[in-house]
């Protein structure tokens, strides 16, 4: 097993795993917003956990509805929590495929090549209660899994949230506090971020007076890619000595 230590392992490395990451659209032809203080009662929380392989929908899901049902075979396992939580079936999104099919759990099912007739895009349930949590935690979200391919978590503009598959990096994000030097080196990187993103921002607008409009739009999308990440940025300076 790896050893967790400070140098080994950092929260720039976390958060980078964690959707700080932008991509160039491809094309055919700001000012940091700033963000609310934390209020002293703590956010409630979003568990959403994802199985690549789903289960069988008639050992699944009770015969009978209503709070008096009768455990399924699968719910049988966990009898004694029914009273914690609540089944709901008819939910089918009717999106396909197969082992990864475990995409649409969040979306409803939403490519990114097809969500642009939809107010919401391709973005994922646990982000949409992330937005409304903002910077009242220092990780509005989290994304785990066993391993790289899981595409379970998708932004706003449709980019997919790698998830943290190392264990001992997630703890050492979470629970270790980086020494002060740590995090002048993390501040000065963040600040080094933050410059490129204004680089990048002020490089895309001129080109936006050029562009037809799908390729306008395209640009739009990238361009609140760069706002969310520099919120995101913001965000993690502000929480680097707390």
Not at 60 to 68: H, I, K, L, V
Not at 224 to 236: G, I, P
Request: glycine content about 10%; overall charge positive; proline content about 5%.
């Amino acid at each position: 097993m790896e050893k967790v230590t400070s140098r080994t392992i950092d929260r720039r490395r976390f958060l980078q795993g964690a959707g700080l990451s932008l991509t160039l659209p491809f094309l055919e032809s700001g000012t940091p917003r700033a963000f609310a203080a934390a209020p002293a009662e703590r956010p409630r929380r979003i568990l959403a956990i994802g199985n690549h392989l789903g289960f069988y929908p008639g050992a699944f899901f009770p015969e009978q509805a209503g709070m008096d049902y009768r455990s399924s075979p699968t719910l049988k396992n966990i009898e004694k929590h029914r009273k914690d939580f609540t089944v709901f079936s008819n939910l089918d999104d009717g999106a396909h495929g197969g082992h990864s099919g475990v995409h649409a759990f969040l979306s409803g099912g939403i490519r990114k090549e097809e969500s642009g007739g939809f107010p919401e895009k391709n973005i994922s349930l646990d982000q949409v209660a992330a937005e409304h949590c903002g910077s009242t935690a220092r990780f509005p979200s989290i994304t785990a899994g066993l391993r790289e391919g899981t595409d379970m978590c998708w932004t706003r503009t449709g980019v997919r949230i790698p998830p943290v598959n190392n264990p001992a990096r997630l703890f050492e994000a979470l629970f270790v506090q980086s020494s002060k030097a740590e995090r002048d080196v993390e501040r000065k990187r963040l600040g080094h971020r933050g410059s490129v993103l204004d680089a990048l921002r002020d490089s895309a607008k001129s080109l936006h007076g050029n562009l037809n409009n799908a390729d306008r739009d395209k640009l739009d999308q990238y361009l609140t890619s760069v706002r969310d990440v520099e919120r995101r940025l913001q965000m993690s300076e502000a929480w680097l000595d707390k």
